[in-house]
């Protein structure tokens, strides 16, 4: 077996400071070793958005305020429409279980991880508060024309760090992105929304929405591994 030697040298954004580390064994155990995950974890917290975003980013925390929440909706159609299992939630059955979440009823905003609405049926729906009184607020059409795809989905993801909670669908792949950012930064879980109710989950713990009433995280993932089971 060949070994191989990884070095990451990282500048962390708030110390400034260097760190380096070096990792030595072969391909197999590389892979399975706890340290490339705390690797991956660097690099992740390490990288910064380009100039247009970071900019993007500052025109739209202000229409937040200080706290805010951050929620994916999935709107398009043709995601309504899965299986009986993967179905997710609409926005109705999102703000149902919600409310019954106490910790999600304090912010006045809410972020909507979504592009701006094209049909007039979505902008409806978005254009309402919740049942207990929080404004949606979305990507201003303008900022958003402005960005490429890609710089739009970095939009979504670096607002929705700066929220004070996240809730989303365990099988939405934006929505697990966010929930490891959550764990990555503030070593905080998150609250999966299914069509049936919410789940809260600890940082790194596992639960689809199919195992319904049945937790799936009890095995151990690596440390950094946010791994469904």
């Not at 072969?26 to 380009?50: E, K, M």
């Not at 305020?65 to 939630?89: A, I, T």
């Not at 004070?164 to 959550?182: C, D, I, Q």
Request: proline share 6%.
């Amino acid at each position: 077996m060949t070994n191989v030697n990884v070095s990451v040298v990282l500048t962390h954004n708030e110390t400034k400071e260097a760190k380096v580390i070096t990792y030595r064994s072969s391909w197999r155990n590389y892979w399975r070793s706890a340290r490339r995950y705390q690797i991956i974890d660097l690099i992740q917290a390490a990288l910064v958005p380009n100039k247009a975003v970071q900019e993007a980013v500052e025109k739209i925390l202000p229409l937040l305020g200080d706290e805010f929440g951050c929620m994916h909706v999935r709107l398009e159609e043709e995601n309504l429409k899965g299986g009986k299992k993967l179905q997710p939630p609409n926005l109705e059955q999102m703000h149902k279980h919600m409310s019954g979440a106490p910790e999600l009823l304090q912010a006045q905003k809410i972020f909507v991880m979504v592009p701006p609405v094209q049909s007039e049926s979505e902008a409806a729906l978005l254009a309402q508060p919740t049942p207990w009184g929080a404004d949606m607020v979305q990507v201003p059409r303008d900022v958003y024309q402005s960005l490429s795809y890609m710089e739009n989905m970095l939009l979504l993801l670096q607002v929705c760090r700066k929220a004070s909670w996240f809730a989303g669908y365990s099988h939405s792949t934006f929505s697990m992105k966010m929930a490891e950012y959550r764990r990555i930064d503030k070593n905080e879980g998150w609250h999966n929304v299914c069509a049936w109710g919410l789940i809260r989950l600890q940082p790194g713990q596992g639960y689809h929405c199919v195992h319904r009433g049945t937790e799936v995280g009890k095995k151990k993932s690596p440390p950094g591994a946010f791994k469904m089971q």
